[in-house]
């Protein structure tokens, strides 16, 4: 009776309430924010998410889904689908910029929760939509190397892609361009904020990445499908690690290599590499190729969908796959489809 006038502060130690705070579950913080300044201050810092992530007893799910060119973006946790709770599994969000971004904005990454944002004139911008932290950097000082008047991104990459070091304990941007027939490989630190030039890394030759896609983030790598200059089609996963600052390759399912020309796309289930793509040959379905065991062969196992509209998002612990609905209306809320080998349902979330 003799607390009813006191606030949460007065009562308990700021320590004790950074400590439960780092405890609640991640898709309660945007609302917590909104208690105090004090406690979106804490939530807002950079070193509560990394904190954050640390002690959480299990990977989250979180997908972040744009509506078309707009600045409007709804933040998805997949994990508690699988868990049967309904309760906020999507909340909407709203990029962070104050002004209207022009269209050439865009999504170029992400990584442990951080979103890589590219926007005019030359800035990228890291973000994260559950603390509201974020981070705008100039990239206009690698303009000096190239002979180009200005780099646009993503149009303007050979490769790039956004990673944690975690020997170094640092979040790096990689972009690989080319001008002049002269290839370019420079890495952003965000710990030092500083740009280093590893251009004596870059394999050569480079080959090719079709639609220029985001690198994709696992095990201390960034990811990419490698297409060759002869063939024109996937040979292999480019991978570049972050800690030793080198390339190297991941030979591709033997059955997927003997069709070569089908278009894949590369994608991460679960904390495994996937590779997807659709057969239209015998019977319209989804194929997914999962390797389970990182960078052993042997280990690659195939998901066969029954579904053709299907871009897989996360995998479940059994063989459940969560794919976003590519036909949802233009503006509208995103649906999604829960699948296994022999039956698909769509999810509707509120």
């Given at each position: 009776?003799?607390?009813?006038?006191?606030s949460?502060?007065?009562?308990?130690?700021?320590?004790?309430?950074?400590?439960?705070?780092?405890?609640v579950?991640i898709?309660?913080?945007a609302?917590?924010?909104?208690?105090?300044?004090?406690?979106?201050?804490?939530?807002?810092?950079?070193?509560?998410?990394?904190?954050?992530?640390?002690?959480?007893?299990?990977?989250?799910?979180?997908?972040?889904?744009?509506?078309?060119?707009?600045?409007?973006?709804?933040?998805?946790?997949?994990?508690?689908?699988?868990?049967?709770?309904?309760?906020?599994?999507?909340?909407?969000?709203?990029?962070?910029?104050?002004?209207k971004?022009?269209?050439?904005?865009?999504?170029?990454?992400?990584?442990?929760?951080?979103?890589?944002?590219?926007?005019?004139?030359?800035f990228?911008v890291?973000?994260?939509?559950?603390?509201?932290?974020?981070?705008?950097?100039?990239?206009?000082?690698?303009?000096?190397?190239?002979?180009?008047?200005?780099?646009?991104?993503?149009?303007?990459?050979?490769?790039?892609?956004?990673?944690?070091?975690?020997?170094?304990?640092d979040?790096?941007?990689?972009?690989a361009?080319?001008d002049?027939?002269?290839?370019?490989?420079?890495?952003?630190?965000?710990?030092?904020?500083?740009?280093?030039?590893?251009?004596?890394?870059?394999?050569?030759?480079?080959?090719?990445?079709?639609?220029?896609p985001?690198?994709?983030?696992l095990?201390?790598?960034?990811?990419?499908?490698?297409?060759?200059?002869?063939?024109?089609?996937?040979?292999?996963?480019?991978?570049?690690?972050?800690?030793e600052?080198?390339?190297?390759?991941?030979?591709?399912?033997?059955?997927?290599?003997?069709?070569?020309?089908?278009?894949?796309?590369?994608?991460?289930?679960?904390?495994y590499?996937?590779?997807?793509?659709?057969?239209?040959?015998?019977?319209?379905?989804?194929?997914?190729?999962?390797m389970?065991?990182?960078?052993?062969?042997?280990?690659?196992?195939?998901?066969?969908?029954?579904?053709?509209?299907?871009?897989?998002?996360?995998?479940?612990?059994?063989s459940?796959?969560?794919?976003?609905?590519?036909?949802?209306?233009?503006?509208?809320?995103?649906?999604?489809?829960?699948?296994?080998?022999?039956?698909?349902?769509?999810?509707?979330?509120?």
């Amino acid at each position: 009776m003799n607390h009813k006038s006191k606030s949460i502060h007065d009562i308990l130690p700021l320590d004790l309430i950074h400590i439960i705070l780092l405890r609640v579950p991640i898709r309660h913080l945007a609302r917590l924010r909104c208690v105090s300044k004090l406690w979106c201050s804490l939530i807002s810092d950079p070193d509560f998410a990394e904190s954050h992530l640390h002690l959480s007893l299990a990977p989250t799910h979180g997908c972040l889904v744009r509506l078309d060119d707009s600045t409007e973006a709804y933040l998805v946790h997949l994990e508690e689908v699988f868990n049967g709770d309904n309760y906020q599994l999507m909340k909407e969000v709203s990029f962070p910029f104050k002004k209207k971004p022009p269209s050439e904005f865009c999504v170029m990454g992400s990584c442990r929760g951080f979103v890589l944002l590219s926007r005019e004139p030359y800035f990228f911008v890291v973000w994260n939509p559950v603390t509201g932290f974020r981070k705008r950097i100039s990239y206009s000082c690698m303009f000096h190397r190239s002979k180009l008047r200005c780099l646009k991104f993503p149009r303007d990459a050979l490769l790039y892609g956004f990673g944690y070091d975690a020997s170094r304990d640092d979040y790096l941007i990689v972009v690989a361009s080319e001008d002049g027939g002269c290839q370019h490989l420079d890495c952003l630190s965000l710990r030092t904020n500083s740009w280093i030039s590893l251009d004596a890394a870059l394999p050569k030759p480079l080959g090719f990445m079709k639609r220029r896609p985001p690198g994709l983030f696992l095990n201390g790598s960034i990811h990419w499908l490698c297409y060759s200059h002869k063939k024109h089609y996937s040979e292999s996963i480019l991978t570049f690690d972050l800690k030793e600052r080198s390339f190297s390759k991941i030979s591709l399912p033997e059955k997927l290599r003997m069709h070569g020309r089908i278009p894949a796309t590369i994608v991460t289930l679960g904390g495994y590499i996937a590779l997807c793509y659709q057969d239209f040959v015998i019977e319209s379905k989804t194929l997914i190729w999962v390797m389970k065991e990182y960078k052993v062969n042997s280990s690659w196992t195939l998901y066969e969908i029954p579904c053709i509209e299907f871009e897989p998002l996360c995998l479940s612990n059994g063989s459940d796959i969560i794919a976003l609905d590519p036909t949802t209306p233009r503006r509208a809320a995103p649906t999604f489809y829960m699948s296994s080998s022999s039956w698909t349902r769509k999810i509707l979330l509120s």
